[in-house]
């Protein structure tokens, strides 16, 4: 376990902590106020994350809402993106989640389909975000960080 400080302006603080997320398990984020500037001091400790600890698909969706509702979510959060700007992360995670949620369905079904293959494209846009660098199943991944997502809403 370790102790990261991080000074950064107010406006930054959730990039920055999306970003510590998507790297480590992070626990409680404190702050206060910059004594030298206008930015705020962010205090997070955190642990390196366990190396291919990947859960299962239903440990990593329990606490998933429908994926109606999170097809209606990805929907509105495309739509509502002003043109030219780049998708959040939490965009992306939760995109790829819910295609390896549907995916993970067709598989359970035997039905043929291009779910298996949209859920892995998602997950590598959510690795290209990360940089996570290099991930045998692209789809562990977008599960992996689910979970941390989860804990920290």
Not at 3 to 13: F, G, H, N, V, Y
Not at 72 to 87: D, K, L, Q
Not at 107 to 134: F, K
Request: with cysteine; hydrophobic share 40%; glycine share 4%.
């Amino acid at each position: 376990m370790f102790e990261i400080r991080i000074i950064c302006e107010p406006a930054d603080r959730e990039a920055v902590v999306s970003g510590l997320q998507s790297r480590f398990d992070i626990g409680l984020v404190r702050s206060s106020f910059s004594r030298t500037s206008s930015g705020e001091r962010l205090y997070i400790t955190a642990d390196l994350p366990a190396a291919d600890v990947w859960p299962s698909p239903e440990d990593a969706y329990a606490l998933a809402p429908s994926i109606v509702r999170e097809i209606g979510w990805t929907a509105r959060a495309a739509a509502e993106r002003p043109f030219g700007t780049a998708a959040t992360r939490e965009f992306w995670l939760r995109k790829a989640a819910v295609l390896d949620r549907i995916a993970l369905a067709d598989e359970r079904e035997d039905a043929p389909g291009d779910a298996a293959e949209a859920a892995t494209e998602a997950a590598r846009r959510l690795i290209d975000l990360d940089r996570a660098g290099v991930i045998r199943n692209p789809r562990h991944y977008t599960r992996q960080q689910y979970v941390r997502w989860t804990k920290h809403q």
